[in-house]
């Protein structure tokens, strides 16, 4: 599949549904950031600029300039934190100007969260515009591992819009709490967006496969608490020739895993069989909630389909798992970057 086609169908989607606005100047009281800038109060880190933040209940806004940024920035803060990427449409990822990337694997980090690029430890924070990438890569060799995040999200009412998250494994991990991506682009390979505790609703954004793998690891353990992933007006893509029919939407890493694709694209990039176990001798199979409804693609829902895969109708796809009965409250949620009719049935 030609990706840059596909990005420009996705961005013409995007258009009508958020009107184009640039965001080219620092919002009145928000920190600014720019590595190009030597005058009094602009940082050259995103880290410094969130360091410089009062550890209280007001809100906050940093501005970061176009360029590309190294290290890790991690956000620990009582109050609301916004993170605003210099932009010319604050609707589309492709616009993005701002990147923050890093190259660190859990195995030298420490743990999955401490590889991450930038890590959310926080409620109430919205992400705008900012290409967040984790390069470590593929594994050395057979055996070794590659899990190295570019977003770990821990908390409430967390929104991340017209946003890329690039890695190989595990770029996107929701720990916990709830999130909402609107907008955005996720690559990867492997279970390249995972998390147990955390909901996450992702909408109208593109899943960018860079290998044969698996899209979803999501890790429920046990109906006493919600964890899932809903995929919502989603574009499945390949990145690298030879690769379609080789994605599976996802693997159950725990028992109770629960995801569900809608209203979705997905061309010819998945395995007919869809879903497949964690492993061969370890299935973990038994009380997953796979669930499709709506999509479209030459992959999507057909008799190949694995048994423990169900497709559901329109009343538990659009009431059950619409943005506010997946959420608890849709408030939250910056609204030009929502469908304003998903859910009504």
Not at 84 to 113: F, M
Not at 252 to 258: L, Q, V, Y
């Amino acid at each position: 599949m030609r990706v840059l086609s596909l990005l420009s169908l996705l961005a013409l989607e995007i258009v009508s549904a958020v009107n184009a606005v640039g965001v080219t100047e620092p919002p009145a009281g928000a920190v600014v950031v720019d590595l190009n800038s030597n005058a009094a109060g602009v940082y050259k880190t995103i880290q410094d600029a969130v360091a410089s933040l009062p550890n209280d209940s007001s809100s906050r806004t940093i501005f970061i300039h176009p360029g590309t940024y190294r290290g890790q920035v991690i956000l620990r803060r009582p109050g609301p934190t916004t993170f605003q990427g210099y932009t010319q449409d604050i609707s589309s990822q492709v616009a993005n100007t701002v990147i923050l990337t890093n190259s660190l694997v859990a195995s030298a980090a420490g743990s999955n969260s401490k590889s991450a690029t930038l890590q959310i430890y926080a409620n109430d924070v919205k992400v705008y515009n900012i290409d967040i990438k984790n390069t470590y890569g593929k594994p050395g060799g057979p055996g070794s591992q590659s899990q190295a995040l570019a977003l770990s999200q821990s908390g409430e009412r967390n929104g991340y819009y017209g946003v890329g998250f690039f890695s190989y494994q595990d770029t996107v991990y929701t720990a916990d709490g709830t999130s909402y991506f609107g907008n955005n682009y996720i690559e990867g390979a492997v279970d390249y967006i995972f998390g147990m505790k955390g909901v996450a609703y992702f909408y109208n954004s593109i899943l960018a496969n860079s290998n044969r793998g698996f899209i979803t690891a999501q890790g429920r353990e046990s109906e006493a608490y919600l964890g899932a992933f809903v995929f919502d007006k989603i574009k499945l893509i390949t990145v690298v020739n030879g690769t379609d029919n080789k994605m599976f939407l996802g693997r159950p890493w725990r028992n109770h895993s629960t995801v569900i694709f809608k209203n979705s694209d997905f061309g010819n990039v998945v395995d007919l069989r869809g879903w497949t176990t964690w492993a061969s001798t370890d299935p973990r199979t038994d009380a997953v909630y796979y669930a499709e409804y709506n999509n479209v693609g030459a992959s999507a829902w057909n008799p190949s389909r694995v048994s423990f895969a169900k497709q559901i109708g329109k009343d538990e796809a659009e009431g059950k798992w619409s943005v506010k009965g997946t959420l608890g409250s849709d408030s939250w949620i910056d609204s030009r970057f929502r469908c304003i009719s998903c859910g009504v049935i």
